[in-house]
């Protein structure tokens, strides 16, 4: 099933169809009329990739975008168990295969920044870059308890506007899914796969996401980081960057993408700072 959607806010054209992907149905959102490597936008838990759309939309001038929402999430047909990490990574190539991008700019929020890492070390071939927003996972979402309670400090700072695009998704995903995924994602080790990754990759972390490490650590990742890794900070963002930070991130991801100073640029908007990027070397 397929259908083309317009949206009178912004000049983009989309394409919302049903594929089918190891043999389930998988709900994608595309973009049409655009050259460019694909930017393929990867959601976190519980949710679908609607949240990330504001960002998508703001990039279809230069690039094809997709959004999918992976087997079990949003309006995708569930499997019979609920897909771990790996699995969701395996599932992310066969929707790359179905659409048949032999290679994409994988741009992950959440749990969708473990997701891309793993496909980055399985098959780096597929991944032109690797964008990684809010990357949590790791030692500073430990044990579980003080995970639930980061989490639940992100809800009162993230916009208002974020309630009737996730709630639903969170629901019809179910709790006990939600906190079982969610205890996988604490105990995968981010921050530290991240100064392994064998592509080009841009992590992108808010200033007021409490999932995030304190800024001394982020520091000692930014130093210890290869050169073709770059840290960039957004102020007053929190943990869904991509849906409340919209304009300042399309900006960061565009100038990366473009080998573009980031930070040497007029028209950079205000918030975004530098940790760690390739020219500091």
């Known amino acids: 099933m397929r259908r083309r959607l317009s949206d009178s806010s912004s000049r983009d054209c989309w394409v919302d169809e049903y594929l089918s992907v190891q043999g389930c149905a998988v709900r994608c959102r595309r973009s049409v009329e655009a050259s460019g490597p694909p930017i393929v936008h990867v959601h976190g838990f519980g949710i679908s990739g609607s949240?990330?759309?504001?960002?998508?939309?703001?990039?279809?001038?230069?690039?094809?975008?997709?959004?999918?929402?992976?087997?079990?999430?949003g309006r995708s047909e569930r499997r019979d168990h609920v897909l771990d990490i790996p699995e969701l990574a395996h599932a992310l190539i066969a929707i790359l295969d179905r659409l048949r991008v032999d290679q994409a700019v994988l741009v992950g929020n959440?749990?969708?920044?473990?997701?891309?890492?793993?496909?980055?070390?399985?098959?780096?071939?597929?991944?032109?870059?690797?964008?990684?927003?809010?990357?949590a996972g790791g030692l500073q979402n430990q044990p579980l308890a003080r995970a639930i309670g980061q989490l639940a400090l992100d809800v009162v700072r993230e916009s208002p506007r974020m309630i009737p695009v996730a709630l639903p998704d969170y629901l019809r995903f179910g709790p006990i899914n939600g906190l079982r995924l969610f205890h996988e994602l604490t105990r995968f080790p981010s921050l530290e796969r991240l100064l392994h990754t064998p592509v080009?990759?841009?992590?992108?972390?808010?200033?007021?996401?409490?999932?995030?490490?304190?800024?001394?650590?982020?520091?000692?990742?930014?130093?210890?980081?290869?050169?073709?890794?770059?840290?960039?900070?957004?102020?007053?963002a929190a943990h869904a960057v991509n849906f409340s930070h919209s304009s300042q991130l399309a900006y960061v991801i565009t100038s990366w993408l473009n080998d573009q100073d980031i930070f040497d640029n007029a028209q950079r908007p205000a918030g975004i700072r530098p940790i760690h990027t390739h020219r500091d070397d």
Request: glycine share 8%; proline share 14%.
């Open 51 to 73: 949240y990330l759309m504001p960002t998508a939309r703001l990039l279809v001038d230069h690039w094809v975008n997709v959004v999918p929402d992976l087997p079990g999430y």
């Open 110 to 135: 959440s749990m969708g920044c473990p997701i891309g890492l793993e496909v980055a070390h399985a098959a780096p071939d597929r991944v032109h870059r690797l964008v990684l927003v809010s990357p």
């Open 200 to 236: 080009p990759t841009l992590a992108v972390l808010g200033g007021r996401d409490p999932l995030m490490p304190p800024p001394r650590r982020v520091r000692e990742v930014g130093q210890a980081a290869p050169g073709h890794v770059s840290v960039v900070q957004i102020d007053q």
